[in-house]
């Protein structure tokens, strides 16, 4: 007896992509709500991968937020999750179910279209960076009608009694929610 044929279930194929290097696309229509693709990576303190950042040893590209002390690192025993670009008007997020990120379609994404999902990148700290630098340092191509022009998260909307947040010092470091760089 033999176990009968296996369909092809994968929606995604990585290849270039316009808006950075390498990029991940839809090889058939993905329906609305899909779990895509776990985000896989080696998991690491958070404050372990930045300190290795620091030092020069480690690059972020790949690296996500799982919560507040610990990251993914897709660069090590990662998959093609970690190449899915950044857009500011995404078709995908990422969900954690079970303490593990996936990222879902959040609208039916047509074939042959990329996979992009916010990342939202927060400094390490409390501290923020001006919307300029943020631009100059970490600029968005994604070419979305209302691209805000960088990687890093829009200011969170503060009480009006909230006494006004500093615009230098500390630079992103940091992936905050669940998001690469
Ligand atoms: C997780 S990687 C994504 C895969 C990447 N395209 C590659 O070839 O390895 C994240 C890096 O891709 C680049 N990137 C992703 N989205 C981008 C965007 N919308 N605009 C510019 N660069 C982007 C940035 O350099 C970012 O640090
Ligand atoms: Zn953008």
């Known amino acids: 007896m033999t176990v009968g ?4 279930r994968d929606f995604i194929q990585v290849r270039a992509s316009g808006i ?3 990029g991940v696309f839809a090889k058939r229509p993905i329906p609305k709500g899909t779990r895509v693709i776990e985000y896989a990576g080696r998991r690491l303190p958070k404050a372990q991968l930045l300190e290795a950042a620091e030092r020069g040893e480690r690059k972020l590209t790949y690296v996500l ?27 995908c997020e990422v969900y954690i179910f079970d303490n593990t990120p996936y990222i879902y379609a959040m609208e039916a994404i047509p074939e042959g279209t990329e996979l992009t999902f916010d990342y939202k990148l927060q400094s390490a700290g409390s501290m923020r960076i001006s919307l300029a630098l943020s631009r100059e340092l970490f600029p968005c191509n994604c070419g979305a009608s209302h691209c805000r022009g960088t990687l890093v998260a829009p200011p ?8 006004p947040v500093p615009t230098s010092a500390s630079l992103p470091q940091d992936l905050g929610g669940s998001h690469p760089r």
């Not at 044929?5 to 092809?8: A, E, L, N, R, S």
Request: charge should be neutral; proline fraction near 2%.
């Open 5 to 8: 044929k296996v369909q092809d």
């Open 65 to 91: 937020n799982l919560d507040a002390l610990t990251a993914i690192d897709g660069a090590e025993e990662g998959n093609d999750a970690r190449f899915i670009n950044h857009s500011c008007e995404p078709n």
């Open 156 to 163: 969170k909307k503060r009480a009006k009694s909230a006494r």
């Open 20 to 22: 950075h290097g390498t």
